[in-house]
């Protein structure tokens, strides 16, 4: 069974930078693919970014290229680096995981942590 904890969720200005955090356990590091979605209110879920652990591949929704960076800090977390925030980004964000290499569809990700809140106003 794998855990995932989200961190680093907050309220920021328009143009303002924040870093998420997802912390794992119960797995074998190093042969996943660790994502982020997020939620709006009233929205489906929306794919962010992903990185394999295995070869550090990583892709992105459009709407975040550029801005958005995802990494590995350690062997047991991932981060997400949200520079130049926008209204549009205010949604719960939830960090995945998954067996395998990159996946943009959320059906794909059979663990998931309980999401952070972020707010961005302007």
């Known amino acids: 069974q794998v855990q995932l904890v989200e961190s680093g969720g907050r309220s920021v200005q328009t143009g303002g930078s924040l870093r998420l955090a997802c912390a794992a356990s119960?797995?074998?590091?190093?042969?996943?693919?660790m994502g982020w979605f997020r939620q709006a209110p009233g929205k489906e879920r929306e794919f962010v970014a992903a990185i394999n652990e295995l070869d550090g591949q990583t892709n992105y929704g459009d709407s975040v290229k550029g801005r958005f960076t995802i990494s590995r800090d350690n062997v047991k977390t991932i981060s997400l680096q949200m520079n130049s925030v926008e209204p549009e980004d205010t949604a719960v964000y939830f960090c995945?995981?998954?067996?395998?290499?990159?996946?943009?569809?959320?059906?794909?990700?059979?663990?998931w942590g309980q999401g952070t809140r972020v707010t961005v106003s302007s």
């Open positions: 119960g797995r074998t590091f190093g042969t996943y693919t």
């Open positions: 995945a995981a998954k067996m395998g290499g990159l996946a943009m569809r959320d059906l794909r990700y059979p663990y």
